[in-house]
C-alpha cells in the first residue's frame, strides 16, 4: 500500500518514460559485468553509457560509501578514516552493500559492478551471492593503463555529485568551469583526488585488485581494454567486446536451434522451437560467455 501512495505522487510524464524504458529494456539480453583498472583509468566515464544501453543498474562502491560518509550513516563513519588515506575499505563493508543494492528492481537486467570486487575474498563472496541467484559474471573488462597516466586524470577530475557526472578540466570540460552541464549546479573535487591519496591508491590497487583479474583470467572472462585511448575510442572498444559477446551467444543458439530442429521427433523438444532466440540466450548466456 505505502509503494502504491508514493506513485501517487509521481508525475505522469515519469510514470510513462519509466514505463517506456521498461518495455525497451525487456529485450535486452541480460548481463553482469565487472568493471575494473586502477584509479583514474576511465571506468565511471564509461558506466553510465553502458548502463543506458544496455539497461543495467551501474554500482559503483566508490560512490556509495561517499554517500555514506556525507550522510554520517554508521558505514559511513566506519568507512570515512580509509577512504581518506587512499586504503581499501574492509571488505565485510563492501560485500554487504553490494549484496542490498543487488536486490534493487533496476538490477533486474543486470548490473555493472564498479570497484567491485577489489580484493580475491570479494570476488568469492560475489561469487557465492550470485551462485544463490543462479547467475554468473559474464565479462570483467580490464581498463589496463600506465600508472604514469593517472596523475593527470585525478588531479583534473570535476564531479557532479547528484548526477555522478564526471568532467576533467583538460579531457572533458564542461562548458562553464565549475559547472554542471545540464543542471548547472556548482561541480566539486573529491577528497582523495590528489597526487598524495593517489600512491596509497595505486599501491592497493596492484598489490590486493590485480590478484581479482587473476582470479577472473582463470574462469576465461576478461577482456583488456586500452584504456590509455580518448573516452570516444574507449567506447567504442566496451562496446565490440559486448556485441562480440552477444553474437557469440546468438550463434551459438542459432546452432542449438537447428539440431534441435533436426532431431526433435526423436528427443521430443518441439517446444524449443517457440522459444525465442533471445529468450534462450538469455538462459545460455552464462553458460557461453566467451
Ligand atoms: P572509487 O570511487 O571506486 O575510486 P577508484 O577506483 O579509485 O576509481 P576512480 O573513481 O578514481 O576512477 P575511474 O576509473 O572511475 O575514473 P573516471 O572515469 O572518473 O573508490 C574510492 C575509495 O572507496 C577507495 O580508495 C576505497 O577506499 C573505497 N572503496 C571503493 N570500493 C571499494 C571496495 N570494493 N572495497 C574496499 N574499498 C572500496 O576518470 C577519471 C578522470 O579522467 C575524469 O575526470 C575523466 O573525465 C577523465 N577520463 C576518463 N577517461 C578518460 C580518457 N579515456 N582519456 C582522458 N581522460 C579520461
Redesign the pocket.
Known amino acids: 500500500m505505502a509503494a502504491a501512495a508514493d506513485l501517487e505522487d509521481v508525475p505522469s510524464v515519469d510514470l510513462m518514460s519509466e514505463l517506456l524504458r521498461r518495455m525497451k529494456c525487456a529485450t535486452k539480453p541480460d548481463k553482469r559485468l565487472i568493471?575494473i583498472?586502477?584509479?583514474?583509468?576511465?571506468?565511471?566515464?564509461?558506466?553510465p553509457i553502458i548502463k543506458d544501453e544496455y539497461c543495467l543498474c551501474h554500482l559503483?562502491?566508490?560512490?556509495m560509501?561517499?554517500a555514506a560518509v556525507a550522510a554520517k550513516t554508521p558505514l559511513g563513519i566506519k568507512?570515512k578514516e580509509?577512504?581518506e588515506?587512499?586504503?581499501?575499505?574492509?571488505?565485510d563493508?563492501?560485500v554487504g552493500i553490494?549484496d542490498d543494492a543487488l536486490k534493487k528492481p533496476s538490477c533486474q537486467k543486470g548490473f555493472i559492478l564498479?570497484?567491485?570486487?577489489?580484493?580475491v575474498v570479494?570476488a568469492q563472496k560475489l561469487d557465492e551471492m550470485l551462485d544463490k541467484r543462479g547467475v554468473k559474471v559474464d565479462k570483467v573488462l580490464n581498463?589496463a593503463i600506465d600508472d604514469a597516466i593517472l596523475e593527470e586524470?585525478?588531479t583534473?577530475?570535476?564531479?557532479h555529485p547528484s548526477s555522478g557526472r564526471?568532467?576533467?578540466?583538460?579531457?572533458?570540460p564542461p562548458k562553464v568551469p565549475g559547472v554542471d552541464d545540464v543542471s548547472g549546479e556548482p561541480l566539486v573535487q573529491?577528497k582523495?583526488?590528489t597526487a598524495v591519496v593517489l600512491k596509497?591508491?595505486l599501491e592497493?590497487?596492484h598489490k590486493q585488485t590485480e590478484p581479482v583479474i587473476d582470479y577472473y583470467s582463470k574462469k576465461g572472462v576478461v577482456a583488456n581494454l586500452p584504456?590509455?585511448?580518448?573516452?570516444p575510442?574507449?567506447t567504442t572498444e566496451v562496446k565490440k567486446f559486448l556485441v562480440t559477446f552477444i553474437r557469440i551467444c546468438q550463434q551459438k543458439v542459432s546452432i542449438l536451434r537447428e539440431s534441435t530442429s533436426r532431431h526433435r521427433f526423436r528427443f521430443g523438444y518441439t517446444e524449443l522451437q517457440t522459444v525465442s532466440v533471445h529468450f534462450v540466450c538469455k538462459r545460455l548466456n552464462t553458460v557461453f560467455a566467451s
Open positions: 568493471l583498472g586502477p584509479p583514474g583509468s576511465g571506468k565511471g566515464t564509461q558506466s559503483a562502491t566508490g560512490d560509501l561517499r568507512a580509509a577512504m588515506k587512499g586504503a581499501l575499505v574492509s571488505d563493508l563492501v553490494i564498479d570497484g567491485f570486487p577489489r580484493t570479494q581498463f586524470r585525478i583534473g577530475r570535476w564531479i564526471t568532467y576533467h578540466s583538460k579531457f572533458a573529491r582523495d583526488d596509497s591508491r592497493a590497487f584504456a590509455e585511448k580518448p573516452p575510442e574507449v
